[in-house]
């Protein structure tokens, strides 16, 4: 028996139980956008811009970032396809991250999928890294593109 | 990228992960570097070759699928393929640190390769995969 390898043993399982915990509980959460972060917000609507992204055109727009070797992207994007089709509100852009490196840059997306949120003012209301949970990302589309009364 | 990947079963990468993760166990507990280098071997040809070639798929189709059922879902095979590649980086680095004199190093490069194992059998979460955009980020920009 190696002592080193038992250590190292040790420590993985560990790091893989954690990883593991965190995954369950935190990945995929919408976290909202700090307000004060004015720059950072110049920058990034200059970004979706470029990507082709118009706000103005729908209630909420979810911009999903996705590379070829990701496996959750697929699942993502065919959850906002269903939601929209009861959705009239809610527009979907796609965006191939590897062609589109400056972009991935200046908005900082590290992981993929990375979802961005913007409401009809063209203000990001939150963004979401790794696969949003289903029930999450469907209340956030309703309180923002919901059927209205 | 153009063409369309093959698909495979789903449940082919997680049985592979699940193996590949207690391969690299005993070969941490008996510091055995040429265990870590067969491991490395059985990633390369996963990667280069493609899925249907990899030693594990093999045994997957031939032994285990046909004792779980039919195919309920497959998946394209590029992001899997992919985590081979990042297995084979560290099982590599893995392997020379225990062969060559460094067995801190082997055990550290496959310990990590472990982790993404593990993660990966036991919830299918793909490591690499999701982290594939911060490596291309880092290089120079080629936008298309």
């Known amino acids: ?149 | 990228m153009t063409a369309p990947s093959p698909h495979v079963d789903v449940r082919a990468p997680r049985f592979a992960a699940g193996l590949t993760s207690v391969v690299l166990a005993v070969a941490l507990l008996t510091a055995g570097g040429w265990l870590v280098a067969a491991q490395a071997l059985v990633f390369a040809v996963g990667a280069l070759a493609g899925l249907r070639f990899s030693p594990y798929g093999l045994l997957f189709r031939t032994l285990v699928a046909p004792r779980l059922g039919p195919v309920r879902e497959r998946e394209p095979e590029a992001p899997p393929r992919f985590a081979q590649l990042v297995g084979l980086l560290f099982t590599v680095v893995g392997a020379a640190g225990y062969l060559l004199g460094a067995p801190a190093l082997g055990a550290v490069a496959t310990g990590l390769a472990l982790v993404a194992a593990l993660l990966n059998a036991a919830t299918g979460f793909c490591l690499g995969c999701e982290l594939y955009l911060t490596a291309r980020r880092a290089l120079p920009a080629r936008t298309a």
Request: charged content about 20%.
């Open chain 1, 1 to 149: 028996m190696s002592t080193i390898g038992i250590v190292v043993l040790a420590v993985a399982l560990a790091a893989t139980a954690a990883a593991a915990w965190w995954q369950r509980t935190r990945n995929g959460a919408v976290r909202a956008v700090p307000d004060d972060d004015e720059e950072a917000g110049m920058a990034g609507s200059a970004a979706f811009e470029r990507l082709g992204v118009r706000p103005a055109d729908a209630d909420l727009t979810v911009v999903q970032f996705s590379t070829a070797f990701c496996g959750p992207c697929r699942a993502t994007k065919a959850r906002l396809a269903q939601l929209q089709t009861t959705r009239p509100g809610l527009a979907v852009v796609q965006v191939d991250a590897e062609s589109h490196l400056d972009e991935v840059r200046e908005l900082d997306v590290r992981r993929t999928p990375t979802l961005f949120y913007l409401d009809r003012s063209g203000a990001l209301v939150g963004r979401s890294s790794g696969a949003p949970r289903p029930d999450e990302l469907t209340a956030l589309v309703d309180a923002h593109a919901g059927v209205s009364g």
